[in-house]
C-alpha cells in the first residue's frame, strides 16, 4: 500500500508547486502586448492568428486564419467582442482597452493555470469592420489548438451578439 501512497502523494506535490509557481510567475504586459498583424510567430506550434485579408502579416498556412467582416462599426464591434471575451472564465485584460482599439488579454487554464495571451486590433475595413487576433501560450511547445479553438469561438460569439 505505501508503493501507491507514497508515490501519488510526491505527484500531488509536484502539481501543486508547478501551479503555484505558473500562478506566481510574473505577467509583462509589455513584452505581450503586441499588435496582431506584425507580431512574430512565436517559434512552436502553440498560438493562432485570425486577420483580415488585407492586412500586412506573412502568413502561415496552418496557423493563420482570415477575419470575417462584420457590418457594424469599429466601436460597436470592439464592445461586442470585449464583452464576449471578458465574459469568458479566468479572462483579465493585462494592457490597453477595446474602446483604444488595441487590448490584450489574458486566460489562464483552470488546472495549472497556464496564461495564454489574446491580443487584439480593430480596424475599418471595406463594407464594415474588422479585426486581428493573435493568441499565444506562454509556456510550453504544443497548445493542443486551445488559442485556434478559443479564437474561433469568441468570433462566433461575437458575430451572434452582434445579429
Known amino acids: 500500500m505505501l508503493f501507491v501512497v507514497v508515490p501519488l502523494a510526491l505527484i500531488a506535490a509536484i502539481a501543486t508547486g508547478l501551479s503555484i509557481g505558473?500562478?506566481?510567475?510574473?505577467?509583462?504586459?509589455?513584452v505581450w502586448h503586441i499588435d496582431p498583424t506584425t507580431?512574430?510567430?512565436?517559434?512552436?506550434?502553440?498560438?493562432?492568428?485570425l486577420?483580415?485579408?488585407?492586412a500586412p502579416s506573412e502568413r502561415d498556412g496552418q496557423r493563420d486564419g482570415s477575419a470575417?467582416?462584420?457590418q457594424v462599426?469599429?466601436?460597436?464591434?470592439?464592445?461586442?467582442?470585449?464583452?464576449v471575451a471578458t465574459g469568458d472564465d479566468?479572462?483579465?485584460?493585462?494592457?490597453?482597452?477595446?474602446?483604444d482599439g488595441f487590448?490584450?488579454?489574458?486566460?489562464?487554464?483552470?488546472?495549472?493555470?497556464?496564461p495564454d495571451?489574446?491580443?487584439?486590433?480593430?480596424?475599418?475595413?471595406?463594407?464594415?469592420?474588422?479585426?486581428?487576433?493573435?493568441?499565444?501560450?506562454?509556456?510550453?511547445?504544443?497548445?493542443?489548438n486551445v488559442n485556434q479553438k478559443r479564437v474561433e469561438r469568441w468570433v462566433a460569439e461575437t458575430a451572434q451578439r452582434l445579429r
Open 51 to 54: 486577420t483580415p485579408d488585407e
Open 73 to 83: 462599426d469599429v466601436a460597436e464591434l470592439a464592445a461586442a467582442f470585449d464583452a
Open 22 to 30: 505558473v500562478r506566481r510567475a510574473a505577467v509583462e504586459p509589455e
Open 117 to 144: 495571451f489574446v491580443s487584439v486590433t480593430f480596424v475599418d475595413v471595406d463594407g464594415g469592420s474588422s479585426l486581428s487576433i493573435f493568441s499565444r501560450a506562454q509556456f510550453g511547445k504544443s497548445d493542443l
Open 103 to 114: 487590448v490584450t488579454y489574458m486566460q489562464r487554464s483552470f488546472f495549472f493555470g497556464f
Open 39 to 49: 507580431a512574430p510567430p512565436t517559434g512552436n506550434p502553440n498560438w493562432y492568428r
Open 68 to 70: 470575417p467582416v462584420f
Open 90 to 99: 479566468r479572462v483579465e485584460v493585462i494592457a490597453g482597452s477595446a474602446t
